[in-house]
């Protein structure tokens, strides 16, 4: 599947490992052009297809002078194409046209003001002095052939430099990050101004787009869609839909691990959409692959190849399908073009998610939303009309409350969790986003533990469970913080677990950062 279209304008990401990489292609998107991140040794046919408007070579953490520093791609061309370099990306431009890097005698990391020397269209509605993000140690200390300085910090007299005849530029700073509060104009005037882009590439486009590619490439055959009730699986549901209409249908495979309600919701989902979904009622046997298991990794193992099972002999028993439609976003994509073996062997836990399916799948796989991040997910739920609640929903983990419960997984236990987090989310959400401003937790749950403490309830002494809550504050999941809930909200929470679930009489409230700890407790 191509989601690039002869009209699609397209800016490329020349990546070099920089961290804030994905973030760029992020910030262009958000000026309505579609931008991809493309690894610095592609090969030129990857590029071609995409006939770039403009290119933005991205940091990295090499030195320019180191053995096997990663180069300019030949298919760059010779300036035909808009180029801006940030950081390593600079360094790159000035070493290959002539100019000298060197290591800066003050490295620099954090903010500095940045004083615009000249007037020109990648400028336009900036200040003549703003504040930038800088994070390096090399920098240029004279210019390549035919660049001239066009802004300066009090460390680095280079920290903007251009061609404007060639429409080259490079920037020391990253315009790209948050902390650089007038970088995404930068960017836009980059992708608006110097490359000439329209600025037309919006969620409504993308629908446009994708629709037509579905109905290319599955012509008159019929798609199976599994889903789960996310964002993901949700938005690429409707998407398909849309497309090919009543030849596709859904499959949600109910493992008995799921939220309160949450089986309920998908079929209103459907419901609302038109889709046609089966469910499948699976709750014994991922309870008897479950059996006995304590071990996080196993019970990960035995709900992965559950569900695979169950999807292979269900997939079978619908008959003639041989499209299955995947919700694989655009960072995994990235990730497995990017990550070494020797990186992926480091991966933490084991992610099973209703993507998660064999390998040597007797389907053609589709996977329409391959190429957005998950805001854009978002965005494009909205725009096919799903409900506010389905679009903005908290992650949840495919191995469901299976990964929330320490201990082995019973029907008592799943009981007792499910009616501790449904408290949690409810009294979170009555809270809202309003009250709770930046520290609206991005997910948050309980987590039943194994552990029991002595309490005492009217005139009874107990001996119940402990129950923790887990909430916390990301981007993206990667990083993460405790939320600073208001502590009557905790006491709300506390109260009403001990009041309400039988088994429970004691609650804590988690608060270590991701790392060193994690999101989820398994
Ligand atoms: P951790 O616990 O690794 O979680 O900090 C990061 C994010 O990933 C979610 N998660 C999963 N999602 N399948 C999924 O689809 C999984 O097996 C899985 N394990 C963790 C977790 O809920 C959090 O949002």
Redesign the pocket.
Known sequence: MNAHLPDTETIVVVDYGGQTAQLIARRVREHGVYCELIHHDAPPERVETLAPRGFILSGGPNSVYDDGAPKLPDWLGSGEVPVLGICYGMQLLAHAHGGTVAPSQHREYGLAEVKLDVDLPLFRGLPPSMTVWMSHGDRVESLPDGFRPLGHTDNAPLAIMGDPERDAYAVQFHPEVVHTPRGSELIRNFVLDVCGCRGDWTSAHFIETAVAEIRDEVGDGQVLVAVSGGVDSSVMAALVHRAVGDRMLALFIDHGLLREGEREEVATLCEGLGIEVRMIDAEVAFLKALDGIRDPEQK?RAIGETFVRTFEREAAAVGEYGFLAQGTLYPDVIESATTSDTQAAHK??????VGGLPDDIEFQVIEPLRYLFKDEVRRVGRELGLMESTVMRQ?????GLA?RILDAVTPEALATLRAADAIVRHEIEAAGPEALGDQFPW?YFAVLTPLRSVGVMGDQRTYGQLVAVRAVTSMD??T?DWARLPHDLLGRIANRVVNEVDGVNRVAYDITS?PPG???WE
């Open positions: 990960r933490i836990k084991t992610h099973h998610n992650p949840f983990p495919g191995p990964v997910q999941g990667m993460a991701k994690t999101i989820e």
